[in-house]
């Protein structure tokens, strides 16, 4: 199992910048990525971005241009830079990561995070 700690978030205006951090700990060989999903009151939890083992990224369409996730292998951490920060944002903002067991994946979140962008 792994254990996920998130760090960053708060309260921003609109247009300035955030980074998050996710730092997982415990049971993590075989490590095939983590990512950041976000998930607003009435809304579904969607896909913020993701980093693969190979360094592959993928963002939502919502994002892009304007997010960059980012690791450090050697911490097993990630991160995501938020610039040019719109009241669409925020959310709630999640830690996921990928573990391969087997020929199946587990899947561990971490406690979430508020983002709050004010107009």
């Known amino acids: 199992q792994v254990q996920l700690t998130e760090s960053g978030g708060g309260l921003v205006q609109t247009g300035e910048s955030m980074r998050l951090s996710c730092g997982a700990s415990?049971?993590?060989?075989?490590?095939?990525?983590m990512g950041w999903y976000r998930q607003a009151p009435g809304r579904q939890r969607e896909l913020v971005a993701h980093i693969d083992s190979s360094g592959s990224e993928s963002y939502g369409d919502s994002v892009k241009g304007r997010f960059t996730i980012s690791r450090e292998n050697a911490k097993n951490t990630v991160h995501l830079q938020m610039n040019l920060l719109k009241p669409e944002d925020t959310a709630v903002y999640y830690c996921?990561?990928?573990?391969?067991?087997?020929?199946?994946?587990?899947?561990?979140w971490g406690q979430g995070t508020q983002v709050t962008v004010s107009s």
């Open positions: 996921k990561a990928l573990r391969g067991t087997g020929n199946s994946l587990d899947v561990s």
């Open positions: 415990g049971s993590t060989f075989n490590f095939k990525g």
